[in-house]
């Protein structure tokens, strides 16, 4: 029986934020901690936070009030803890501790302050846009539970210079966010899929989004290192890989190459056991015709394109500090599906922007009928501390934004589901995940990302977690698909 103190990680918001848990787990099993499956045993619950939209925020305040009702103490981490530090600190008294980025290498002392009753002094946030890197960067050092044994792929720590930077010591408080581009993870669950971090941070300035100020400036991992991490992962089991940063269009830009994602998808397609690579969070402005092709045309790189297209009328967008309009995100369809007629495509639109007309609307609901998504969310506006759009005029009253919000919602899910209906006969290859309640086994084809997009229910004979198998669609219900295996 182990006597070391045990720690319970919840993760809440995106796949980026499942990254950054893991490689917090790694920090904490190496600091002497065990990690625990959940808040019932533990000494210290840790809540990974989404602090992208006011659902998220709220989301983790209950979580964190949760996990202090668990009778163990309480750490808030992850991007509203980073996002608002002292704030939140001040106005959440049943935290224990509340730790920005630059706290992760530190993180098993922090817990040793909390378990001793130490407050830890909360950071006043700054924009991290501001902050980039200056000195060295580390390799990758794999961390394994001590379960798993030796690895026989473990590289320890050592510098490495970024390009025009010299110097051997470690990256200074303050400078790079630990959630950046070194790698140092445990993988905190099971079955075959992984996301696998391509850059952190974000140089665009889209009005409504507060990311970019506390994610920092856009930095992309080197390819060796990711290729690395990949093999890494496939030797844990992992037989998809999808690829997540804020941006992954930008990848390679600040390491001097622009086409770095098209040279790098074939490379991780390569990987021993990697079956599938998907890459997720595509900028339409950013989507070159190359990168179309490397996604289309890579074998065992999936036709996906999870485009952030935000909205359709082209006012809309200029004023949101984008890229496009109707016209030109079907041309790009148009491109995506010469290549690949089955692509699954899906995105996010964002409703009731300061000024949107009712034709802005229109223009919005007549693109949406004719782009044939695969999955569509929809968000209505809301104003978000410190970005451009909160001290936009024109808002709408929060009544039309509900209005508008269910209106384009509705006609979301006749569109998705009539695309789903479109492939009954078709053939799709499925990678199986969990075993189904009603028999058959749950998985996802090509055109569906994890978690966010429907799923297959396969039937067959012989068919086991982790496999990809080719299917018969016989069905559909909503987005999700009924398939046959012969």
Known sequence: MSTRRKVSLITLGCARNEVDSEELAARIEDAGW??????????????????????????????????????????????MAERYGREL??????????????????????????????????????????????????????????????????????????????????????????????????????????????AS???????????????????????????????????????????????STSYGKDLGDLRALEKLLPDLAAVDGIERVRVSYLQPAETRPGLIEAICGTPGVAPYFDMSFQHASGPVLRSMRRFGD?????????????????????????????????????????????????????????????TEAADLDGKLDPAEVARRVAELSELADELTSQRAEDRIGSRVRVLLEEEAEDGGFEGRAEHQAPEVDGTVLVRGEGLAPGEIVEARVVGSDGVDLIAEVP
Request: charged residues 25%; hydrophobic residues 40%.
């Open 34 to 79: 065990d990690l625990a499956d959940g808040a019932d045993g533990a000494d210290v619950v840790v809540v990974n936070t989404c602090g992208f939209i006011e659902a998220a925020k709220k989301d983790s305040i209950d979580t964190l009030l949760a996990a202090h009702d668990s009778g163990a103490k309480v750490v808030a981490a992850g991007c």
């Open 89 to 198: 600190a001040e106005a959440l008294p049943e935290a224990d501790a509340v730790l920005g980025f630059d706290d992760y290498t530190a993180i098993g002392e922090r817990l040793d302050d909390v378990m001793a009753g130490r407050r830890h002094d909360a950071h006043t946030p700054r924009d991290r846009r501001t902050l980039l890197p200056i000195s060295p960067v580390e390799r990758p050092r794999f961390v394994r539970s001590p379960a798993e044994g030796p690895s026989p792929r473990t590289p320890q720590a050592s510098p490495v210079a970024v390009p025009g930077h010299g110097g051997a010591e470690d990256l200074p408080d303050g400078v790079a966010p630990a959630s950046g581009p070194r790698v140092l993870r445990r993988r905190l669950g099971g079955g075959p899929v992984a996301p696998l971090k391509l």
């Open 201 to 247: 941070g974000c140089d665009r300035r889209c009005t409504f989004c507060a990311i970019p100020a506390f994610r920092g400036a856009y930095v992309s991992r080197r390819p060796a290192e990711v290729v690395e991490e990949a093999r890494w992962l496939a030797g844990h089991g992992v037989r998809e890989l999808v690829l997540v940063s804020e941006n």
């Open 326 to 386: 109707r016209e030109r995100f079907l041309g790009l369809l148009g491109q995506i599906r010469a290549l690949a007629p089955d692509a699954g495509v899906r995105s996010n639109f964002i409703v009731g922007f300061p000024g949107e007309s009712e034709d802005d609307f229109e223009e919005l609901v007549e693109f949406l009928s004719a782009a044939r998504l695969d999955a569509i969310g929809v968000f209505g506006y809301s104003d978000e501390d410190g």
